[in-house]
């Protein structure tokens, strides 16, 4: 059974491009060991952070001789302006895809709305809407 499951997975792993293999691993990781990642790599991220700002501390102290308080309210408006301005940038990027994946959807909307094999459809299922709408009323 094994085998063959990991036969499948080569097979599909060649069929797709790489990135969209990963992405689906990283999911199906993500969701089947969520609750118990998703905590760790905050904590990982979190301790990062302050080994960081502890090393930023210290060098701000001993090259530019500020006190710690100075030197940890440097390195607050640092990464306040920081945020600040990869938030902008991240919501400019949110913008022009929203903008993009409404146009597609536009674009797809009116060519299924020109379609004569869709508005073809679309009657059938009015009618056929209709047809189980009037005898679920008269039954």
């Known amino acids: 059974m094994r085998t ?3 036969a499948y997975l080569s097979a599909v792993w060649r069929r797709i491009d790489r990135k969209t293999a990963g992405l689906v691993a990283a999911l199906l990781v993500l969701i089947l060991f969520g609750d118990a990642l998703l905590p760790l790599l905050g904590h990982v991220l979190h301790v990062l952070i302050e ?3 502890s090393v930023l501390e210290h060098f701000l102290e001993s090259v530019f001789h500020v006190s710690p ?15 600040i301005y990869s938030s902008w940038r991240l919501t400019r990027k949110a913008h022009s895809v929203a903008l993009r994946v409404y146009a597609t959807a536009q674009e797809r909307r009116r060519a299924i709305a020109n379609s004569a094999k869709a508005a073809a459809w679309f009657r059938t299922m009015v009618m056929v809407g209709a047809l189980g709408a009037t005898l679920y009323l008269f039954t």
Do not use: C, D, K, P
Not at 69 to 83: D, E
């Open 4 to 6: 063959h499951n990991l």
């Open 51 to 53: 080994v960081i700002e």
């Open 69 to 83: 308080r100075q030197a940890q309210v440097i390195l607050f408006y640092s990464g306040l302006a920081i945020a």
